[in-house]
């Protein structure tokens, strides 16, 4: 048996174990051997990794500069930076362009607001963000940071970086945060999802930073600790923050409603809608159409912002910590009720792929493998697994009573967790006092 099919086997006997998703068995099963890493910046515990790709960077980075809690004098766990960045949210939005297939996204982690930014500032962290539209003073700044022994974060257009090509990023779209933990022989070598960092040429990586305009090279730089974190006002806090992102208005006007728990509701009503142009059953109503937003369903859940289970999961643990450190068993049990709600985001995103959709499935898994294992070294391999995808969903055939069945169990679910996020948001409320 090869390397690579034991793998798969370990992951597939972990799940049965644990009842993880694949992604997160197969995270867990291999960040154990990030540990012990000479080769990494002094400090830096280890590259790739974790349950959710910013919570597990951001982890990374707080370690190398020192940061720990005042509670037991130790690093911040994962959930825990998760948690103090805001955590959950809900954005939900269609677009339908002519020429183009109407497509789908929702983000179910905390949005608009700053992930990494928000946790530093809950924190207390010291930090600074450098942000330019110069290219030149982009670089030097970065070679600065490196210089003085930090370890920045960047933000890149994801469609950009050639090892991270999907069936559905466009360049110039997506800000993405790797951290930059230094350069090599003509290349920069990133902290981003694999277990190896991952080494990307000098100027396509300059290529990538300039392709997202809004962020204007944005790059953050954590300074050395001064002090550990003080834990139970920064979590208290956080939740307070959460709270209201799922309740208050995040953005004006007419997108307010696209966000929280009434972006929620929006999502579970257009599914379960046959009869107007916004419902899923006219909106997707071709093959190709249907594959597409079954698919950004199930990335959108599992990987894409996000971590398996719409980051509840995640989220749950943060709250059985906030029950410790703020003395406050409420909190443990709110997080019983997000991981209810995990629970069923989980088998959302199995529903969205299972049956004739399973080969879009194994892509997404394979290509998980890939990034986690090889990254930028199977870069040919990730862009063939991009066009794998994204033919699977050109040539997509459907009867309309298996569309039909499929939104119909789908809609289902929806119903069921906007019932549990209702009931786990008010418990939360009252955790923070809101």
Not at 137 to 158: N, Q, Y
């Amino acid at each position: 048996m090869t390397r690579q099919k034991h793998l798969k086997a370990a992951v597939r006997a972990r799940m049965a174990r644990t009842g993880e998703h694949y992604t997160t068995a197969h995270r867990n099963l291999t960040a154990a051997a990030g540990e012990d890493r000479p080769d990494l910046p002094a400090g830096y515990p280890a590259v790739g990794g974790g349950r959710h790709h910013d919570s597990a960077l951001l982890a990374h980075v707080l370690a190398a500069a020192g940061v720990t809690a005042d509670t037991d004098g130790e690093p911040l766990e994962e959930a825990v930076v998760a948690g103090l960045a805001g955590g959950i949210g809900f954005m939900y939005f269609t677009f339908a362009y002519a020429g183009w297939l109407p497509t789908m996204t929702i983000v179910p982690r905390t949005h608009p607001r700053p992930f990494v930014r928000g946790a530093l500032e809950r924190a207390g962290v010291g930090h600074r963000v450098v942000e330019t539209t110069s290219a030149a003073k982009a670089a030097r700044e970065l070679d600065a940071a490196l210089a003085a022994g930090r370890t920045p974060v960047c933000t890149l257009d994801r469609g950009s970086v050639p090892y991270q090509a999907w069936a559905d990023d466009l360049e110039g779209a997506t800000p993405y945060d790797v951290a930059v933990l230094g350069r090599r022989d003509g290349t920069v070598l990133l902290d981003d999802d694999c277990l190896e960092p991952n080494a990307v040429a000098e100027d396509v990586f300059a290529a990538a930073r300039a392709a997202h305009r809004q962020s204007r090279q944005r790059m953050v730089v954590v300074e050395p600790a001064a002090a550990p974190v003080a834990l139970a006002p920064a979590i208290r806090a956080a939740l307070a923050g959460t709270a209201h992102d799922l309740t208050e208005d995040v953005m004006p006007n007419n997108f307010a409603g696209n966000f929280g728990l009434r972006g929620l509701a929006k999502w579970a009503g257009a599914v379960a809608d046959r009869r107007t142009k916004t419902g899923w059953a006219r909106l997707f109503d071709s093959g190709p159409a249907f594959a597409t937003a079954m698919r950004r369903l199930h990335d959108c859940l599992t990987t894409d912002h996000s971590s398996p289970g719409a980051v509840r999961p995640l989220y749950a643990d943060c709250l059985d910590a906030a029950a410790g450190v703020l003395d406050a068993p409420a909190a443990a049990e709110c997080a019983v009720l997000y991981r209810r709600a995990g629970d069923l985001w989980t088998r959302i995103a199995d529903a969205a792929v299972d049956g004739p959709m399973a080969p879009y499935r194994e892509l997404a898994e394979r290509r998980v493998e890939l990034l986690l294992d090889r990254g930028s070294a199977a870069t040919a391999e990730l862009q063939e697994l991009a066009r794998q995808a994204a033919a699977f969903a050109t040539a997509y055939d459907v009867s309309e009573a298996d569309r039909l069945d499929r939104l119909d169990r789908i809609g289902e679910l929806a119903a069921d967790v906007l019932d549990v996020e209702r009931e786990a948001c008010a418990a939360l409320r009252q955790v923070a006092g809101a």
